[in-house]
């Protein structure tokens, strides 16, 4: 068995008087779920996140403090691959989704808790929930502030 150490982020955003999450649909396959990638040998896992989260994502976005590490196994030309997936908490900066990359067909902010029902996996479902709760504790004043992003953006 081989292991694999990923990175990626759980992006909220304020738009108007809703939160929203980021997520991304890859070219590869017709679901949602949250950007995430491959950490490179000797690099940071926060910055592979805040990279992953550019690149799939099309955003920048400041990196708060670490979710939770998802563990799941498939198999990849006949060798099964242990996949390590490390989240964290992210609000956004600045950018704009549809500036994602080549690897992802689409990427959106969604509302939350819509956004619950567009991951296509529980797992990653338990990552937003956790980051929604943390969020509020960590930065309580993020959803009272008047400085939101005007709908539509």
């Known amino acids: 068995m081989r292991r694999e150490e990923s990175a990626g982020g759980v992006v909220f955003r304020r738009s108007g008087d809703s939160v929203e999450v980021l997520v991304i649909s890859p070219m ?25 989260v550019w690149e799939e994502g099309g955003v920048e976005a400041d990196c708060l403090a670490e979710i939770g590490e998802i563990v799941y196994s498939f198999v990849h030309q006949q060798e099964t691959v242990e996949k390590h997936v490390r989240f964290f908490l992210m609000v956004y900066r600045r950018g704009k989704p549809e500036d994602h990359d080549l690897e992802v067909r689409a990427a959106r902010f969604v509302p939350y808790p819509e956004v619950l029902a567009w991951l296509s996996f529980e797992n990653e479902r338990a990552m937003v929930r956790e980051g929604y709760t943390r969020l509020q504790h960590l930065r309580p004043d993020w959803f009272t502030r008047e400085d939101r992003i005007p709908s539509g953006h």
């Open 28 to 52: 590869y396959a017709r679901r949602w779920h949250l950007p995430k990638g491959h950490r490179e040998p000797g690099e940071d896992p926060r910055i592979t996140a805040l990279r992953e």
